[in-house]
């Protein structure tokens, strides 16, 4: 038992290991793209001020990404082979975790860290397979380093019977969702940050600026694309965080003997519900799209965090399963 | 071409406003900003003026931000629903703060006038808004798909296909259409002309898809003010008790046997059903030494056995994430503890009290806390507060601990004190707390006399030759040692909420039109087809109406089936032109 949970450690640096050359590499790729950019906008100006002489006045230049000297970003390649890589040692870790404990491996803080980061990190290579979002590489990796560095440097609690308020079917439901409904929303939050970077930019270059911000942005597609991103993936999210939510009080009617009682972690799982919510109504007001909305969806994962890491180890209620003491 | 453009800034509204658009504020992003509405400044004006900045989305979403800024104090402070015992500590140490929070309604907020106020106002700004979108949808539901546009070519999905045939090809061309719009679900109207700015006949479909989309949004809407409502209601009609059940003892679910119920409103006093429990036993496994997690309980299981209200008897059981059901009522298992068996004598061997005394657990290897209180027999009143150990051990301080939860080395102290107990003047007094003002001590920490230490059986006396106190041992005969000894006994709250199931339905209803309203594509499609003497040619456009990322790609689909349907029909000629 104990030897299968030390394997589980050991798999779990080495994916840790394996995300931050991921990291550095995709970190490479975003600095190798601004000197792409600088080739590929050279060449892009030639054409764009050779069709200006033509009838179309009000042709916008062609994006970078459409040239055809599309850049290849080989640093990528391997970040994203090593996030694959990273992740079947991740979840390795996570299922020698499951089976050393004789359970699904999300009943304590340091396996929500796990299974959350694993689902995160699996969202992003799934939709990876049809869009590329592989500018988003850093952030992610980076994000999946952190929160499972602090996790096993600081959280890790050895194995020990659940308690028996977690002996549920919701146990298995209700946390998986609500990690995979992190993981939605943290790819959201990361699309909503590119597209305030990608805003300014925009706006810059309208004005003409000399140096519009990162170049690298010049590789990625226009804000309001990255909006609409950020958008679809919130949404999704949104919807397993009302099941959630849902499935909470469910479980809650069962272990405590009422469905609401705003204990502090139902309290920030709805404050978040209904920030989400905002945000996707903020999508639908005039005045609120673009900017405002993508500060919400920035703001709803910043409380996605708090619940997860402040509220988990800070504060005491109901919730107390963090298995820190 | 330009002269028309600048008549529609915007090429996209191309078809777009029709009957069967959803109706949405004034300050939706697809609505025509008409702010140029100003009100007369007569007071029906002004009121409806502010009922329309009230029912808008600027509103709506400051009001859902508001919210939840306003939720966040009540996860700082302590809240009388959730944690009573943390709102008593928190004025303990902080005296002078805690007046003035609480007139803030800091450990109350979920129930605060200014918390209702911001939920209230949403819901009254939900509902004007939903309101006349429902009255809306249901006429849209019946509405046709709007004409086709004039110029297709602008809508942003459009493509055109060339084919050589005929007037009557491009009919049946359209014919084909409709029934292929028809099959995909889409619903369809037929806008034919006979001339179009001399370019001959045009025929041409229009379909619309999606109506599920609005109905889903309104579901959600309309179901988030079922939950509000049977929330509020529900709570009117729901009682929620709480009672202490000794090993043997029975509880009969009427007001008077409650320690404590919190009754709704509307809950008359003969609402609760007469059924009984008996607590038969208690189960409860430890985590065994050696182990991780050694000496961790679990597997709580209060057996029981219940009489029903027709007076019926059966078996149940009450165990954590499995209530028992029972009339109509909910059983929960809340905690667990130990009652030793304490008796009291006085000088001249009167039988004061011999009963199971609870005792609070205080910590997780159950050493417990518990009060007897002597009220007459005495010279003066009598006061014991007692600390129990179920496995005893020493520490190097002289103080004693438990270093597990089940009895083994079992070990009652109890020290002793003498005066007034308060409890004569009627003031209501826990049983739990000993209020040791008006008392003098006589025996414990801080006396001459050492406190009273018992094992079960023994008996000591009490000092100044006030009578004795024995620790009953309740072990069945022919137990050879402790474990079953002492009395366990469990907390139930018993909770009767009807509207339960309905706040659940509303919710699943909420999330099943949010799924529909997210995920549902609505869209407008048109097949278009002009004939000239060059053969005829086919113009298809797609139109979103609201978030769709595969409009494009249903263009194509569609143009696509089109054509191997007309294939079918006669072998095609001429190569497709995409464009546009
Ligand atoms: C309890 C408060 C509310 C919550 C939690 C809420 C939540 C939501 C959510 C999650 C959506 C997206 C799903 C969908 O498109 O159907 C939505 C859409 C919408 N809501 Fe609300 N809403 C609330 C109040 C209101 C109010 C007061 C209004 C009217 C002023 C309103 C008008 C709308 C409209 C028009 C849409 C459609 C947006 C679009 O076109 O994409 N909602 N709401």
Redesign the pocket.
């Known amino acids: 038992m104990t030897s299968l949970d030390d394997l589980s450690i050991l798999l779990l640096w080495t994916a840790i290991a394996i995300y931050a050359g991921a990291f550095i590499a995709y970190a490479f790729d975003l600095a190798r793209r601004s000197s792409a950019v600088e080739e590929v906008t050279a060449g892009a100006k030639v054409l764009v001020a050779a069709g200006s002489a033509g009838a179309d006045a009000d042709a916008t230049p062609v994006p970078a990404s459409e040239t055809p000297a599309k850049p290849r970003f080989v640093l990528a390649r391997i970040g994203t082979a090593l996030t694959v890589l990273g992740w079947l040692f991740h979840l390795g870790a996570t299922l020698t975790r499951g089976f050393a404990a004789g359970r699904v491996p999300w009943a304590n803080l340091y396996e929500f860290a796990m299974i959350g980061t694993l689902l995160i990190v699996l969202v992003y290579l799934v939709v990876l397979t049809r869009i590329d979002l592989r500018y988003l590489g850093t952030f992610i990796t980076g994000l999946v380093v952190v929160l499972l560095g602090a996790a096993a440097a600081n959280f890790y609690v050895i194995v020990t019977p659940l308690v028996d308020p977690l002996k549920s079917v919701w146990l298995i439901i209700h946390v998986f969702v609500a990690s995979l409904s992190t993981a939605l929303l943290a790819l959201a939050f990361a699309l909503s940050v590119m597209q305030l970077l990608q805003t300014r930019r925009e706006r810059r270059v309208a004005e003409g600026a000399a140096k519009p911000g990162p170049r690298f942005l010049a590789t990625l597609p226009d804000a309001s694309r990255l909006e609409n991103l950020a958008y679809r993936f919130a ?1 999704v999210g ?1 919807i397993f965080w009302t099941f959630t939510l849902i499935a909470g009080a469910i479980w809650a009617q069962d272990a405590w003997g009422r469905y609401w009682g705003f204990d502090v972690k139902e309290t920030w799982t709805f404050i978040i ?2 920030l ?2 905002g945000y ?2 903020a ?2 007001t005039r005045g609120w799209r673009g900017t405002p909305s993508a500060w919400l969806s920035i703001t709803g994962f910043a409380a996605v965090i708090f619940n997860f890491a402040i509220v988990n180890v800070f504060f005491k209620g109901l919730h107390a399963y963090s298995g820190l003491s | 071409m330009s002269s028309s453009r600048s008549e529609r800034p915007e090429p996209q509204n191309e078809g777009a406003s029709a009957a069967s658009d ?1 109706l ?2 004034s300050d ?3 609505s025509i900003d008409d702010e140029i509405n100003q009100p007369r400044l007569g007071l029906v004006g002004w009121l409806r003026w502010g009922w329309r900045q009230l ?3 600027r ?2 979403l400051v ?2 931000l508001i919210l939840a800024i306003a939720a966040i104090p009540g996860s700082i402070f302590p809240q009388r629903m959730a944690d009573p015992n943390g709102v008593v500590q928190y004025r303990t140490d902080n005296p002078d703060l805690f007046p003035i929070l609480d007139s803030l309604s800091m450990f109350d907020v979920y129930l605060s006038p200014w918390f209702s106020a911001i ?1 209230l106002l ?2 009254v ?2 509902i ?3 309101i006349p ?1 429902i009255k809306h949808h249901l006429k849209a539901l019946r509405a046709q798909p709007p004409r086709t546009p004039a110029r297709l070519a602008r809508l942003d999905d459009h493509r055109t296909v060339e084919r050589e045939g005929s007037e009557q090809d491009a009919a049946q061309a359209i014919d084909v259409a409709e029934k292929q719009l028809k099959a995909l679900g889409y619903r369809v109207a037929r806008y034919d002309s006979a001339e179009s700015r001399g370019r001959g006949r045009v025929w041409s479909v229009s379909a619309e898809r999606g109506y599920w ?1 609005e109905t ?2 309104l579901l ?2 309309i179901a ?1 003010v079922g939950v509000l409502v049977t929330v509020g209601v529900g709570g009117g009609f729901a009682y929620t008790g709480q009672k202490v059940v000794i090993e043997g003892k029975s509880f009969v679910n009427t007001l008077l046997d409650y320690n404590s119920i919190n009754r709704g409103r509307f809950v008359p006093d003969d609402a609760l059903q007469p059924y009984a429990l008996t607590l038969d036993s208690f189960d409860i496994t430890y985590e065994e030494f050696g182990k991780p997690g050694a000496g961790q309980a679990g597997n709580f299981k209060a057996n029981l056995d219940v009489r029903e209200t027709d007076g019926s008897t059966r078996k149940g059981s009450v165990e954590v994430n499995h209530p028992l059901s029972v009339g109509g009522d909910k059983v929960y298992l809340l905690g667990n503890g130990y009652a030793p068996t304490i008796t009291v004598r006085n000088a001249e061997g009167t039988v004061l009290l011999s009963q199971p005394v609870e005792f609070l657990p205080q910590d997780s290897s159950m050493s417990s806390l518990g009060v007897v209180k002597i009220p007459d027999g005495m010279p003066e009143q009598l006061g014991l507060i007692g600390f129990f150990y179920p496995t005893a051990v020493k520490l190097d301080t002289g103080a004693f601990a438990s270093a597990h939860g089940a009895v083994n080395i079992p070990l009652l102290t109890l020290d002793v004190y003498q005066g007034d107990l308060g409890i004569d003047d009627g003031t209501p007094r826990s049983v739990y707390v000993l209020d040791t003002e008006d008392m003098t001590k006589l025996a414990g920490r801080g006396t001459d006399v050492e406190s009273i230490q018992l094992q079960p059986g023994e008996t000591a006396d009490l000092p100044n030759g006030l009578g004795t106190v024995t620790f009953e041992d309740e072990s069945p005969a022919g137990a050879t040692d402790f474990t079953e000894s002492v009395k366990r006994y469990v907390s139930l709250q018993i909770h009767h909420d009807e509207s339960a199931p309905w706040v659940l339905a509303f919710a699943l209803l909420a999330l099943a ?2 799924g529909l ?2 995920f549902v594509p609505r869209r407008r499609m048109w097949v278009k087809a002009t004939a000239s003497d060059d053969g005829i040619r086919l113009e298809y456009a797609g139109l979103a109406r ?2 769709d990322p595969t409009l494009a790609a249903a263009v194509d689909d569609l143009v696509r089936g089109h054509e191997r349907l007309l294939d079918d029909a006669a072998p095609r000629r001429e190569n497709p032109v995409k464009g546009a």
Request: contains cysteine; positive net charge.
């Open positions: 949404v949104f519900w209904v989400y919510a996707i109504h999508r639908a | 959803p949405r504020p939706h992003i697809d029912t808008s989305m509103v709506a009001l859902l939920y949403l819901f700004s939900l004007g808004c939903i979108r989309r889903g949004n959600f809407h988030l039109g949010l309203a997210l609201g978030e």
